[in-house]
């Protein structure tokens, strides 16, 4: 059984930097895309960076300039390096990645680390 599990989360100051980790365990064969992805209250859950196996990575806008996704493929594991963040960054940060398990590709997503940022 493929697990994803997030950490890293918590309470910082407008500003400030969170580091937030994603570790992927259980029986894998292959680890497509990976990637975060946030959901504040009252809101729909957006994308906010990927990045592919080649290394390749994608950001939303709101946050360029200020995350880093990374990988560490050896260790199965996804990085967010959040930066200057701001209250409107405060939400649930999930990782989700497409892992194959044995039986093809298939997306799994973790439980979720809250982020919450004060004004």
């Known amino acids: 059984q493929v697990q994803l599990v997030e950490s890293g989360g918590g309470l910082v100051q407008n500003g400030g930097s969170l580091s937030l980790s994603c570790a992927a365990s259980?029986?894998?064969?292959?680890?497509?895309?990976m990637a975060w992805y946030r959901q504040a209250p009252g809101k729909e859950r957006e994308s906010v960076a990927r990045?592919?196996?080649?290394?390749?990575?994608y950001y939303a806008d709101s946050a360029k300039g200020r995350f880093t996704i990374s990988r560490d493929k050896a260790k199965n594991t996804l990085y967010l390096q959040m930066n200057n963040l701001r209250p409107e960054d405060t939400a649930m940060y999930y990782c989700?990645?497409?892992?194959?398990?044995?039986?093809?590709?298939?997306?799994?997503w973790g439980q979720g680390t809250q982020v919450t940022v004060s004004s």
């Open positions: 989700a990645a497409k892992i194959d398990g044995g039986l093809g590709l298939h997306n799994y």
């Open positions: 259980g029986s894998i064969f292959n680890i497509d895309v």
């Open positions: 990045i592919s196996s080649d290394g390749t990575t």
